[in-house]
């Protein structure tokens, strides 16, 4: 018996991290993992410019300022956002300015709009809206360096902004994009063909005759595969027969073929009968579910084959599968995030099997608690699950209140 350790060693050696890397713009490279460090080419902020919506300032000039006696300075100039010819700003003057316009060299402090009152008529020529005042009182003395964000502040050139294998979500993309790119160097993703096996198997949507089943577990596991990052595709699903299997299987054009059934102990066992000999191994995991496993390279072709019980399937790709998958493709998270929480209830664990437990997470309680009965086909309990709990082999009983880990399924 392999235990969970070394099974996902052997998966996980099926596939070498992929050297493929290729430009994509930024809408196309969104949640796929970036290639090689990012390094910013450029400052951002790119120029010293302000934080808030007011008049920029020589600090000095307005150290007397307050509330019963404001500092009075005429306004010089008009910075809104965009403007590309700043003027310097003379001594015991003022400009106005925006939040992000450029600071006017010899300026040294930001007063915020709220901190002035405007005197005067507007400048000629500014549109009413925006009336320009010709002078400003100055209500409050602001320190040097007040509300100025300067060039360079969130980022200097030359800095690691992402590393290699951080996947491009909403805040990633916001980054590059503020860098000036407009593509992203990303590990494409690889492709997966899932192919499910059982003569009992019926299409959704068609009748069953007694003893047949909706198939269910195509969808879910190449589901499965593209959460992870892959692209998926489902082969028809095949009946207990060797060569309709082997002709699937001969004609996938797939970096990993994933199948599901055929892998007992049974007979009708299509896919141990089909790939016993093949290149396939095939193993009993001390695990439950998802005992009986297999994996190996078929005419070039990794192949991983999953027990059929939808629960099984589903957990071993979670196990086995998905690190492995995700490792390939250069993710730098490969791993389901582990949380601490207490659990809810006392359980029990059968002896020499690491087992998953399919388990709600309470995130602000700190708690877990089971969900449904251990069996393997209980697929509507794995559907109401957040997460899995992993009880170690040696474990064979856990009290309430125990400390555990979970893997948590949302993220
Ligand atoms: N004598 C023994 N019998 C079984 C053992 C064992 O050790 N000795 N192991 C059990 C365990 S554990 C598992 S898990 C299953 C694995 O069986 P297979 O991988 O061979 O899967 P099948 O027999 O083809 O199917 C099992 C079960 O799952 C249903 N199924 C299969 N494929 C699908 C699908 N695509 N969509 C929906 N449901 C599917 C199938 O109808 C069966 O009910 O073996 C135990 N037996
Ligand atoms: O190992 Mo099977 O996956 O328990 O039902």
Redesign the pocket.
């Known amino acids: 018996m392999r235990t969970v350790a070394e099974h996902r060693a052997v998966v996980a050696a099926l596939l070498p991290r992929s050297a493929a890397a290729t430009d994509l713009p930024l809408t196309e490279a969104a949640g796929r993992p970036l290639a090689a460090d990012l390094v910013a080419g450029r400052a951002l902020p790119a120029f010293d410019n302000s934080a808030m919506d007011g008049y920029a300032v020589r600090a000095h000039d307005v150290a007397a300022a307050s509330e019963d006696e404001p500092v009075t300075l005429p306004v010089a100039a008009d910075i809104p956002a965009g403007r590309t010819d700043t003027p310097p700003l003379d001594p015991g003057t003022a400009h106005r300015i925006m939040t992000g316009s450029p600071l006017p060299v010899g300026a040294d402090a930001i007063v915020p709009v709220e901190d002035t009152a405007p005197l005067g008529g507007p400048a000629p020529g500014t549109p009413p809206a925006n009336a320009v005042p010709g002078r400003v009182a100055i209500r409050r003395a602001p320190t040097a360096g007040r509300h100025i964000r300067r060039a360079g502040s969130d980022v200097t050139p030359g800095t690691v902004v992402l590393e290699a294998g951080a996947a491009l979500g909403a805040a990633q993309l916001g980054l590059l994009s503020a860098l000036g790119a407009p593509h992203a160097t990303v590990v494409p993703p690889l492709k997966v063909l899932v192919l ?3 003569s ?2 019926v299409e959704p949507g068609r009748d069953l005759l007694p003893g047949q ?6 969808i879910m596991l190449a589901a499965a595969a593209r959460e992870a990052g892959a692209v998926a595709e489902q082969a028809h ?1 095949v009946a207990d027969d060797a060569d309709a299997f082997l002709s699937v299987l001969r004609s996938a054009d797939a970096d990993l073929v994933i199948t ?7 007979a009708y ?1 299509v ?1 141990k009968d089909a790939l016993a000999g093949r290149g396939v191994e095939f193993v ?1 995991v001390a695990m ?5 496993q297999g994996a190996g390279i078929v005419d070039g072709t990794p192949v991983v084959t ?5 629960v ?2 589903l957990v071993s790709f979670e196990v086995f599968v998905r690190p492995a998958l995700r490792a390939a493709m250069g993710y730098r998270d490969t791993e389901r995030p582990r949380r601490r929480a207490v659990l809810s209830e006392p359980l029990v664990a059968p002896a020499g099997k690491t087992q998953f437990r399919r388990g709600v997470f309470d995130r602000d309680a700190g708690t877990v608690t089971t969900v449904g009965p251990p069996g ?2 209980h697929l509507r309990w794995m559907a109401a699950s957040n997460c899995l709990l992993e009880i170690a082999a040696d474990t064979t009983a856990l009290d309430a209140g125990a400390e555990v880990t979970v893997r948590d399924l949302t993220v």
């Open positions: 499910s096996t059982g009992e198997l089943i909706h198939e269910s577990n195509g699903f599901s059934g055929g892998v007992s102990m049974g066992e896919v009993r439950q579910p998802g005992k009986p999953l027990p059929g019980n939808p099984s399937s393997s086909h």
